[in-house]
C-alpha cells in the first residue's frame, strides 16, 4: 500500500555533509507528519527531527544548529540535510513518516533505513 525509498547515505569525512531523502508512493490520501529517526549499534533508536504538514520543525539537541529537515509535499518526501557531521552521528538513519491512506486508515510508515558513516 506504501512504499518508502530513502537515500543519500554514505561514507562522509567530520565535518563533511550529507542530504538524505525518502520518497513515499502508492495509495497516499494525505501525509501528516514526517521524521527521521537514527540507531547507532548497541543503541536505542531515537528522534532526530521531524516537520509537520504545516512546515513547523523540531530537533533533537544533537541536531539543532547542524541539521535541517524539509519536505515536498508534491513530491510526498522529507530530506534531511546534515552538515558538520561528527563520527556520533553514524548510524541507520530512518524516515517515519505518518500517512493517511485513501482507504483513510492513518500510520506510521518506516523506510527501510540507510547508513551514515562519520569517520576519517
Known amino acids: 500500500q506504501v512504499q518508502l525509498v530513502e537515500s543519500g547515505g554514505g561514507l562522509v569525512q567530520p565535518g563533511g555533509s550529507l542530504r538524505l531523502s525518502c520518497a513515499a508512493s502508492?495509495?497516499?490520501?494525505?501525509?501528516?507528519?514526517m521524521a527521521w529517526y537514527r540507531q547507532a549499534p548497541g543503541k536505542q533508536r531515537e528522534l532526530v527531527a521531524a516537520i509537520t504538514s504545516s512546515g513547523n520543525t523540531n530537533y533533537a539537541d544533537s541536531a539543532k544548529g547542524r541539521f535541517t529537515i524539509s519536505r515536498d509535499n508534491g513530491k510526498n518526501t522529507v530530506y534531511l540535510l546534515m552538515n558538520s557531521l561528527k563520527p556520533e552521528d553514524t548510524a541507520v538513519y530512518y524516515c517515519?513518516?505518518?500517512?493517511?491512506?485513501?482507504?483513510?486508515?492513518?500510520?506510521?510508515?518506516w523506510g527501510q533505513g540507510t547508513q551514515v558513516t562519520v569517520s576519517s
Open positions: 502508492g495509495s497516499i490520501f494525505s501525509i501528516y507528519a
Open positions: 517515519n513518516p505518518t500517512i493517511q491512506l485513501t482507504t483513510g486508515s492513518v500510520s506510521d510508515y
